[in-house]
Nanobody
């Protein structure tokens, strides 16, 4: 059974930092592309950052220079270090695992963790 569990969200003041974690089990973590998405109230879910199985990284323009995505394959864990947070970063952050194997797509989501940036 696949489980994807995010943690590390919370309330932080503008300019502050948070580190999100995503623990995945039931998959061969190292072969998956991992990603963070977020969804603010009344808005569509948007891609924040991705890291492939080969450690190729991509960021949304809105978080470049402030957020850092990383993975620890030995711990089956994905991270998102968020610095210089802004009120517009307020959203539910979701972890996604996806890969294509033997002609089939495998795509899993966590339940989300709330990040609120406010003074």
């Amino acid at each position: 059974q696949v489980q994807v569990v995010e943690s590390g969200g919370g309330l932080v003041q503008p300019g502050g930092s948070l580190r999100l974690s995503c623990a995945a089990s039931g998959i061969i973590f190292s072969i998956y592309t991992m990603a963070w998405y977020r969804q603010a109230p009344g808005k569509q879910r948007e891609l924040v950052a991705t890291i492939t199985d080969g450690d190729f990284i991509n960021y949304a323009d809105s978080v470049k220079g402030r957020f850092t995505i990383s993975r620890d394959n030995a711990k089956n864990t994905l991270y998102l270090q968020m610095n210089n947070l802004k009120p517009e970063d307020t959203a539910v952050y979701y972890c996604n695992c996806n890969t294509r194997m033997f002609g089939m797509w495998y795509d899993y989501w966590g339940q989300g963790t709330q990040v609120t940036v406010s003074s």
